[in-house]
């Protein structure tokens, strides 16, 4: 059970408070509520730019960086489709430092044109070596506007296009800031050995004047109901030819999630897995596989995807593949099975949950679900699964009309 504490200010800022006096270390978690799916197609990539310019210094603050690692600290940040979350790391009776810094540039960063055209150059830089320089780099931004005709998932969260972010004006950068970065569109976490008065005093001090901002509703276009399947190939410079598999699964907040997470650990997780033992141990055609679910707040993914070996054809693959997933259909799991996957899913969210930092961002994600208090019914909602349920939720979701896959042919 992971105890925690709820208060809000009076400017809409969510403040969780994980008490933890095992440890001389304190996290500060600010997880704002803005990620690649709340921009414009026109103009994506902002709100991983924004992970970025949020280092180049406040007003007060000419560089971050340094000021956190004077009081020992050390930070980071990662942006998705869904969420922009920042997190440092120091000694607890330093925490001061941290909630400073993380008010100043909520309440005045340092939009610049230094600061834009060094972060731009950045994030350019990023988008040719990760994406576009590397082999399977750029899956995703084929593999996304494929599965997505409509929603803003079709994009990843580097953007759409590099144009995107070496077209953006200053006055763009500050729009997107404005209707983001704000007391009422963000939740902090602290986590560490204090007490709720010291947190409430301190989390009001810094962060109690900051204008509360104004939370724009959020209203995308809903993907229509997948009812083809869809296929693309391209070719790349890469070691060997590769496979995408994307089945259209429900949001996180839907029920479903969890037997998502379950069929994926069952059909590809490890050397124990369906997939793994069929395609790869007995027949050889492949010399990696492996399933995962994106987890996303609105209609996300389930992946599978792999890697052919040296002389198999896709047709032979895929052949054997769908009779597979056919013959799991037939005849699900067994009980021990579905028991093995639960302890061993379980055993790693708790390992998991050993380290502070990844409290605080669980219970910042969680209450952005709705509840922090999630984070310990999870165990609960697996428990309930059965082997019915999983094989129910496969029939749905296991469909080739529910799919979009992506074949990387080697050149």
């Given at each position: 059970?992971?105890?925690f504490e709820r208060f809000e200010l009076p400017n809409g800022l969510k403040v969780i408070f994980h008490p933890d006096s095992t440890t001389p270390m304190a996290v500060v978690n600010v997880l704002y ?190 993907e229509p109901k997948q009812t083809v399947f869809r296929e693309k190939n391209i070719i790349r410079n890469v070691p060997a030819n590769a496979f995408y598999f994307a089945f259209k699964m429900p949001e ?160």
């Amino acid at each position: 059970m992971i105890k925690f504490e709820r208060f809000e200010l009076p400017n809409g800022l969510k403040v969780i408070f994980h008490p933890d006096s095992t440890t001389p270390m304190a996290v500060v978690n600010v997880l704002y509520d803005v990620g690649a799916r709340d921009e414009e197609e026109t103009k994506t990539g902002f709100a991983h730019l924004f992970e970025h310019l949020m280092f180049g210094g406040s007003v007060n603050i000419p560089d971050f960086d340094t000021e956190l690692q004077k009081a020992g600290g050390e930070n980071n940040a990662f942006t998705s489709n869904d969420i922009t979350n920042y997190y440092d790391v120091l000694p607890a009776q330093n925490i001061d430092t941290a909630l400073w810094l993380e008010s100043d540039r909520m309440l005045s960063l340092a939009l610049t044109s230094k600061s834009l055209e060094v972060q731009r150059s950045v994030v350019i830089e990023e988008f040719k070596q990760r994406y576009l320089n590397q082999p399977y780099g750029d899956v995703w931004l084929e593999l996304r506007p494929l599965a997505y005709t409509i929603h803003p998932y079709k994009w990843a969260t580097i953007g759409k296009n590099i144009a995107h972010i070496e077209d953006a004006t200053m006055d763009d950068v500050k729009a997107f800031f404005k209707a983001h970065y704000c007391p009422s569109n963000a939740i902090l976490c602290i986590a560490g050995n204090f007490s709720l008065e010291e947190i409430k005093e301190k989390v009001t001090y810094w962060f109690g004047a900051i204008p509360s901002g104004k939370k724009i509703p959020r209203i995308l276009k809903s993907e229509p109901k997948q009812t083809v399947f869809r296929e693309k190939n391209i070719i790349r410079n890469v070691p060997a030819n590769a496979f995408y598999f994307a089945f259209k699964m429900p949001e996180r907040k839907n029920p479903d999630y969890y037997l998502a997470d379950i069929l994926s650990d069952i059909l590809g997780r490890e050397k124990s897995s369906l997939l793994y033992i069929r395609l790869q141990q007995e027949l050889q055609l492949v010399n990696e596989i492996s399933c995962y679910i994106l987890g996303s707040m609105d209609a996300g993914l389930f992946v599978i995807s792999g890697k052919l070996s040296d002389g198999t054809s896709f047709e032979k693959f895929e052949r054997n593949f769908w009779s597979t997933v056919s013959e799991f259909l037939e005849i699900g799991i067994t009980q021990n099975e579905l028991k093995s996957v639960k302890n061993k899913l379980k055993t790693s969210k708790a390992f998991q949950e050993q380290g502070l930092l990844n409290r605080a961002m669980n219970l910042s994600y969680f209450e952005l679900l709705g509840d922090a208090n999630g984070i310990n019914e999870e165990f609960g909602i697996y428990d309930q699964i059965q082997t019915k349920h999983v094989l129910s939720f496969a029939k749905k979701c296991l469909k080739k009309t529910n799919c979009s896959m992506l074949r990387i042919n080697k050149s």
